[in-house]
């Protein structure tokens, strides 16, 4: 279900995907679709444990495996995390590859991993002297105090489609195939690696199964890739099995959140102290939990820092550390609007710092049946009912984007543009785009990208894309135009400016008669015309992504299982390029957000530091069962001019959201994410006093 505030002059095309036809039916090419003639097979050998070094392998009998390659093993190498690369083997086919793996009966050294971040957490430091006599006065001023601590959990990226690269480098230059989400940036990559100019670099990338910020850089596999096909001079595949996926396909940092919060009895909050620690790869970095600055907090000392564990590397993941913090964040707001006996909505719109999101919260508050909220733990049985709400934003930047638009004689219009659809639709983008500023059906545009030859554009990545293409196509379509009317003009005697357009009609000034598009188009002295655009202000407006999200559930009290059963979701997001990619984008949000609450979770072996679920029968994700009735709504004004960013902000609020709804059909709130049957039923015993 969804609707939209849409004004009627807003572009809102609701039509399927161009290529719907091709995924649907599997003729999309991925990747792993491309089988070049004489092609190698590649693959990283990766140590299993958490921490350790490989000791042995017999290397001689894997390469007597007949359709090996190459085999290169890097024997007493140290590795400090399960799926460190420790080798390489190369074979004439995927059979004999595997067969190679098997022949090594690597020996192993394992050393102690450090796996639990609960056991290795040092709690808080202290603060300094000023800060420390600030929070004195807050913490012993008479006001309301709440002190929690929340956890979360690391949650690996889990593309669909691995990652994985096919590379061919031959005399005259390199052709790739690459699942990537940087074109045009592993074009440098490829380049670089290969030692040949980006002039003699293609990269393609034309479908793309998912991302989520783990696919810019080329990566040991494609690496990999690069460097065999160069010394052996065939074209040679290296894709990732799903074990190595979760094990070194990225992930989103884990995570502790001390938060001590004051509040006045009013409803205003006054600050407090605020401690976090992402839980990190053994090298360090890659974390920041981000605490959003949704809310008036007033002066809070805030600290963080990292916490070392023997696991996969994080990497960039949809609103990098924003759905971590909003988690703590949003329960702090509900557990501070409980201390002040406050409605949790009214709470946060009294210390609200967006107008657009108060607005946002009514909404939702009526979408969603607010009004039918117990107070918590008030469902009477053992089927408990429970709402919860949080907020969310995104930025708006601007950027660089370049954007061809070629006119044909024929009257058919082709957009190329160097970006990447990584699954969100931008193809579709860039075709309802083009069709709408030129005012013409969809069916003689047609949206090109995916190739680095095309004219360079953005990664796809802190949802910038649509924002920064749109304008570059406007640019590019308005520009093409101009040159259909200089041809025009040449055969009408007269002036470029002088001739009007709309609609798919030209009028002609000399005997203001109306020529239809295609019949203009044939009057061309060419086969077609081109406009070369880039991104252009007068097509970006100013606005931001401001969103909020209200959850229904219901817990079963005595399996300690939280089903989703509604979620409303309002979204600021600006021109709608096409109605369908923009709710996709919403409810996309929304279920890897109900994944990452309820189910997601890397579990690492205590005694070796192997990942015990690196798959997905025992990596748990949310499926069709799990997923409830989404209300999308685009919240759309007249003052929204340009195009938004949906991805990112759509699944920062939802675990938040939920772990607030559980807690108001329990009455007893669960601090740490994932919200599993067990850590539910845990939370109801201690509430008991059943356990400590």
Known sequence: MSETTAPKNIMQPKEPRPDVRQKVTGTARYTADQYPAKVLYARSVRFPFGKGSIVNADVEKARAIPGVVLVDVKKGKSVNYAGGIVGRIVAESKDALEDAMEALNATYEVEQSRTNPSKLYEGVPEADAQANAELKGLFDGGLKVVEATYTTQVQTHSCLEPHGSVVDVRQDGVEAWVSTQAVMALEDAVSNTTDFPASKVVVHSEFVGGGFGSKFSLGAEGTMACRVSKERARPVRAILNRSEEHCDGGNRPGSIQYMKIAVKDSGEIAGGRVHVVSTVDADGGGGGIRNP????????????????????????????????????????????????????????????????????????????????????????????????????????????????????????????????????????????????????????????????????????????????????????????????????????????????????????????????????????????????????????????????????????????????????????????????????????????????????????????????????????????????????????????????????????????????????????????????????????????????
């Open 293 to 692: 600055n949704y809310y008036k907090f007033g002066n809070v000392v805030r600290t963080e820092g990292d916490l070392a564990l023997n696991g996969g590397k994080p990497q960039a993941f949809r609103a990098p550390g924003f759905p971590q913090g909003s988690f703590a964040l949003e329960s702090m707001m509900d557990e501070l609007a409980a201390a002040v006996k406050m409605d949790p909505v009214a709470f946060r719109k009294l210390n609200e710092t967006s107008r657009r999101r108060i607005e946002q919260f009514d909404r939702g508050a009526e979408l969603i049946g607010w009004k039918d909220r117990k107070a918590d733990g008030g469902t009477p049985g053992r089927i408990k009912i429970g709402y919860g709400c949080a907020a969310g934003s995104w930025g708006n930047g601007k950027g660089k984007c370049s954007s061809d638009c070629e006119i044909h004689r024929s009257g058919e219009v082709e957009v190329r543009v160097g970006i990447q659809d990584i699954g969100t639709g931008a193809s579709t983008v860039v075709t309802d785009t083009a069709a709408w500023h030129l005012g013409l059906p969809r069916t003689m545009v047609t949206g090109k990208v995916g190739n680095s030859d095309y004219p360079p554009g953005p990664g796809s990545g802190g949802s910038v894309t649509t924002r920064m293409t749109v304008p570059a196509v406007r640019d590019s379509a308005e520009k093409a135009l101009g040159e259909l009317k200089k041809e025009l003009a040449s055969v009408w005697k007269t002036e470029p400016d002088k001739i009007s357009y709309g609609e798919g009609v030209f009028v002609n000034p000399t005997n203001n008669q109306n020529v239809a598009w295609k019949d203009a188009c044939a009057m061309m002295s060419g086969a077609s015309v081109v406009g070369h655009g880039r991104f252009n202000d007068e097509y970006w407006g100013e606005g931001g992504s401001d969103t909020v999200q209200f959850v229904k559930v219901e817990v079963d009290s005595e399996t300690g299982v939280v089903k989703v059963k509604k979620v409303v979701a309002i979204q600021a997001c600006g021109q709608v390029c096409n109605r369908l990619t923009a709710e996709n984008q919403v409810c996309g949000g929304i279920i890897q957000g109900i994944s990452f609450a309820l189910f997601e979770q890397r579990m690492l072996d205590p005694m070796t530091g192997g990942q015990l679920n690196a798959d997905f029968i025992n990596y748990k994700v949310a499926g069709p069962v799990d997923v409830p009735e989404i209300v999308a709504v685009l919240d759309v004004r007249d003052t929204d001019t340009g195009a938004r960013s949906i991805g990112e902000p759509s699944t920062i609020p939802t675990a938040g959201a939920i772990a607030n709804a559980v807690a108001n059909a329990l009455g007893v709130r669960v601090r740490h994410l994932p919200i599993t049957p067990q850590r539910v039923l845990e939370a109801m015993l201690e509430q008991k006093g059943a356990i400590a």
